[in-house]
T-cell receptor, first 111, second 117 residues
Framework: GQQLNQSPQSMFIQEGEDVSMNCTSS?????WLWYKQDPGEGPVLLIA?????ELTSNGRLTAQFGITRKDSFLNISASIPSDVGIYFC???????????FGTGTRLKVLA | GAVVSQHPSRVICKSGTSVKIECRSL??????MFWYRQFPKKSLMLMAT?????????EQGVEKDKFLINHASLTLSTLTVTSAHPEDSSFYIC?????????????FGPGTRLTVL
């Protein structure tokens, strides 16, 4: 199936550091969603983006819908141990109702 | 956010048997539900989309006779893995949405881990 390019694939960071990850594609998307998944659990929705250029925050998380509509970014500020997990972007292609998921970014926070 | 439940959370079965997984939207009516499969350390792969009262739409490469989907009500969709084999072992996750417009996010269930011996 189709997947979005997500980077980095994994990150090891120190507690308190900021984190950035992104998803890119050659296709145009109407909606971007960012999820976090803990081991053995289903993904939990973090942020939803609907318009090109939109910047939305949820606590320490900030996500942006790229101007070209082909990419999206997620930033986590002042990371804490509970930020550990896998982060997925999901993009909805123009003219469809389905979401395509990114390959995931595995985040590990060192206390 | 909306709450979606899945049952069972974990199931172990013998090869050749069938397994049914339920997906329920607890506090909203889901006109559309999606079924995903996730392999270890991999992303989610969409298997099929089910709309209440109609036949499911399967993604390319997904056998509809093997993965039977029923969406009998606005709060319940079921996935039945028929004649399960070890290669069907995986993490199956459902999601529910109010509809298919661009403003309808998907809310995921906690997943069901299937192990076929």
């Amino acid at each position: 199936g189709q997947q979005l390019n997500q980077s980095p694939q994994s990150m090891f960071i120190q507690e308190g550091e900021d984190v950035s990850m992104n998803c890119t594609s050659s296709s145009i998307f109407n909606t971007w969603l960012w999820y976090k998944q803990d081991p053995g659990e289903g993904p939990v929705l973090l942020i939803a983006l609907y318009k090109a250029g939109e910047l939305t925050s949820n606590g320490r998380l900030t996500a942006q819908f790229g101007i070209t509509r082909k990419d999206s970014f997620l930033n986590i500020s002042a990371s804490i141990p509970s930020d550990v997990g896998i982060y997925f972007c999901a993009g909805r292609l123009s003219g469809t109702y389905k979401y395509i998921f990114g390959t995931g970014t595995r985040l590990k926070v060192l206390a | 956010g909306a709450v979606v439940s899945q049952h069972p959370s974990r199931v172990i079965c013998k090869s050749g048997t069938s397994v049914k997984i339920e997906c329920r939207s607890l506090d909203f009516q889901a006109t559309t539900m999606f079924w995903y499969r996730q392999f270890p350390k991999k992303s989610l792969m969409l298997m099929a989309t089910s709309n209440e009262g109609s036949k499911a739409t399967y993604e390319q490469g997904v056998e509809k006779d093997k993965f039977l989907i029923n969406h009998a009500s606005l709060t319940l969709s079921t996935l039945t893995v028929t004649s399960a084999h070890p290669e069907d072992s995986s993490f199956y996750i459902c999601s529910a949405s109010l509809g298919t417009s661009e403003y309808n996010e998907q809310f995921f269930g906690p997943g069901t881990r299937l192990t076929v011996l």
